[in-house]
């Protein structure tokens, strides 16, 4: 018969040993993985005792808190499973089995961390969770690109290897537990764990200016859930503001140029009317946003990086229009088709792209649709990923994706899409059904294969296949090989091509903005339409729609941020630089930075390095870069973005292919 002396403290810690172990392994492997990191890291890291205390110390303070939460599980069959079925053989090897289960997901978690450090420099963030809704796209990339059953097999086998030298840690004892006094542990169990979820952020670790050692002192499971929470960030709520009327009294005065006039007196209405002071041109336009399309790789944008692996375009360079100084919106494609095709700055949390509520809103094709074009959004994917069919059918485009391809038209294709040269046929075909209508035609084309797994048909470079080297030397091959069939074309002459990026292809650096990570090439291509030339002023990804319509002298009515470069006043560029939650802008040599519940932070930055150095605060900047993001969120939030008259509700999802 059990007395109530036996349900002591000690008995207590009997029955939760097991948790004990857990939480051992848990932090063990979370220390383990956050040295391996350090390590692959490098001299990014400053070899500093301080940086490095910090790290471990704050990443230990992370690893616990995580913790509290992923033992749950643990906590939970400790607390309610009866003594007898707990003492019992049965009972013990359901047990056993059930801590086998959680300490694979444990060094399952911690070598994926590994492998997502290996692609993004960073713990799981916002593209982990953005990506876990793809699980076709994802896993397909994964197989793809990794060794994966075999991978596997080796952490069977270490959790096998855990579990056998545990086995007498793990054994079940419990000499007179009793559910009251299991329910007390677990009761101070919720109360840390709520006290903990209001008391500590995963933005409390970015203490340190070496982004690197804020991303190797947090826990990368944590961050993901952070993510998760914050994959939609209300501005007014969390970023630094002004009042409203001010702040659209000063973003009438930023988006004014001496080509536009305002169509209304209404303060929160951007409308103007944009005249141009030469004939028409109804050209074709072909916009290819090329995947992962780094400055680095063309020539004439960062000497000290350029790799040598795009000869095609740095011969391309000397027959176009190209801008030196173009920097990206963001880091994931859903953000460079935001501004290509909207031409508005990032807004906080998720891209509009696959935001609800995205549909009848004011956009590129829009413009050249009121000129009699036909406008297609291209892609060599199925565009139900990142929603970009749904978004571009719902905005003025025609979705055509890979689901139009005929298989015997294929040369090579992965997971993402079809080889970049089958897309640049897809095209063609487009542009020809279009000329033979009579119609000028627009087209928004998405590269794929410049993107992990990296495989594309042989024989097209002296390569090998899975690497991003030799898939930019791909990518490279195929733009030079589509604009040569393509001047075989009737339509070639009168057509303009713009070949930029989507983004880059790596994202971090010493700085949570590095600015050398944004930077990417423009190219306007029409040897019979646009004179050669090099231009150095600073511009943002959002300024190519206004600028492209510029250079065909369209008179149009513009609901854009974006300028005409040609038609700015010298001294007023700007660009936009942004993560999921850190808002950047530019403009000269200072970047001022707006970042949750933070004031607002100046740096200057090294445009080559991507380093930066803190700076003084300066108040114009602080008001502008406020205005610029405070606005673009307001205008979208309250529906203010969508075309006068259209609904306020969203648009049925439209097919995926004409």
């Not at 599980?73 to 009866?82: A, G, I, K």
């Not at 801008?323 to 807004?347: C, H, I, K, W």
């Not at 005929?406 to 063609?428: R, S, Y």
């Not at 959002?542 to 038609?567: A, E, M, Q, R, W």
Request: glycine residues 6%.
């Amino acid at each position: 018969m059990r007395s109530d002396s036996l349900a002591t403290p000690g008995v207590l810690r009997q029955r939760f040993r097991p948790l004990l172990w857990f939480g051992v392994l848990f932090v063990g492997v979370a220390f383990l993985v956050r040295l391996i990191l350090l390590i692959k890291t490098g001299h990014d890291v400053p070899r500093e005792p301080g940086q490095w205390l910090y790290l471990f110390a704050v990443g230990l303070g992370y690893d616990l808190i995580t913790f509290l939460y992923f033992a749950w599980p643990m906590l939970l069959v400790l607390w309610l499973l009866p003594r007898r079925a707990y003492l019992s053989v049965w009972g013990h090897r359901i047990f056993v089995g059930f801590c086998f289960v959680l300490a694979f997901a444990v060094l399952y978690l911690g070598a994926a961390e590994l492998v997502f450090w290996g692609e993004f420099s960073a713990r799981f963030n916002f593209i982990a969770v953005d990506y876990l809704v793809y699980t076709h796209e994802v896993v397909g990339n994964i197989q793809e690109s990794y060794p994966i059953v075999t991978w596997s097999l080796l952490l069977l086998l270490a959790t096998v290897l855990v579990i056998f030298f545990s086995r007498r840690t793990l054994k079940a004892r419990d000499e007179g537990s009793r559910f009251v006094g299991r329910s007390a542990v677990v009761a101070v169990w919720l109360v840390l764990t709520v006290v903990v979820s209001f008391a500590v952020d995963g933005s409390m670790k970015d203490r340190s200016a070496n982004n690197y050692v804020n991303e190797l002192a947090g826990n990368g499971i944590y961050q993901f859930f952070a993510a998760f929470r914050n994959n939609e960030l209300d501005y007014a709520k969390y970023y630094p503001t002004i009042p409203d009327d001010q702040a659209f009294s000063n973003l009438r005065e930023l988006v004014k140029t001496p080509n536009a006039t305002f169509t209304s007196n209404d303060p929160k209405d951007i409308t103007r009317t944009i005249a141009a002071d030469g004939p028409e041109k109804k050209l074709n336009v072909v916009l290819i946003s090329v995947e992962s399309l780094s400055g680095d790789y063309v020539e004439g944008l960062n000497v000290s990086k350029h790799m040598g692996l795009t000869p095609n375009l740095d011969a391309l360079a000397a027959k176009s229009l190209f801008f030196t100084q173009l920097y990206a919106n963001g880091t994931r494609t859903v953000r460079g088709l935001e501004a290509l095709s909207l031409s508005v700055p990032p807004t906080p949390g998720e891209s509009i792209v696959k935001r609800p509520g995205n549909e009848n809103l004011n956009s590129l094709a829009d413009v050249f649709n009121a000129k009699g074009y036909t406008s297609e959004f291209v892609y060599g994917g199925y565009g139900y990923f990142d929603n970009m069919n749904h978004f571009f059918a719902s905005n003025g485009y025609t979705a055509v994706d890979r689901n139009v391809i005929d298989n015997k038209d294929i040369h090579a294709e992965n997971v993402w899409g079809v080889a970049d040269e089958d897309l640049f046929t897809l095209v063609m075909k487009r542009m020809d059904e279009s000329y033979a209508k009579g119609k000028p035609y627009f087209g928004h084309v998405m590269t794929t294969s410049n993107h992990r797994p990296y495989t594309f048909p042989e024989g097209r470079v002296d390569a090998k296949q899975g690497a991003r080297n030799s898939a930019v030397r791909y990518t490279d091959w195929a733009l030079a090989d589509f604009l040569k069939r393509a001047s075989t074309k009737p339509w070639f002459d009168d057509t303009v091509f713009v070949i930029t990026a989507d983004h880059c292809a790596a994202s971090a650096g010493k700085t949570s903005l590095p600015v050398d990570k944004y930077h990417i090439p423009l190219f306007i291509y029409s040897p019979k339409h646009v004179a050669p030339g090099r231009v150095d002023r600073l511009m943002s990804q959002i300024d190519i729609p206004p600028t492209v319509l510029g250079l065909l002298n369209f008179s149009y009515t513009s609901h854009f941020y974006g300028y005409d470069l040609f038609k700015l006043e010298p001294g007023r560029e700007r660009t936009f630089l942004s993560t999921y939650q850190e808002l950047g802008y530019m403009r000269g040599d200072r970047l001022t930075s707006l970042i949750p519940r933070e004031p607002v932070k100046e740096m200057t930055p090294d445009l080559v390095s991507g380093d930066a150095t803190v700076a003084k605060a300066d108040p114009v900047d602080a008001k502008d870069a406020i205005t610029y993001y405070q606005t673009a969120a307001y205008l979208f939030t309250n529906g203010l973005m969508r075309k006068k008259g259209s609904a306020a509700t969203a648009a049925p999802t439209p097919p995926a292919a004409p």
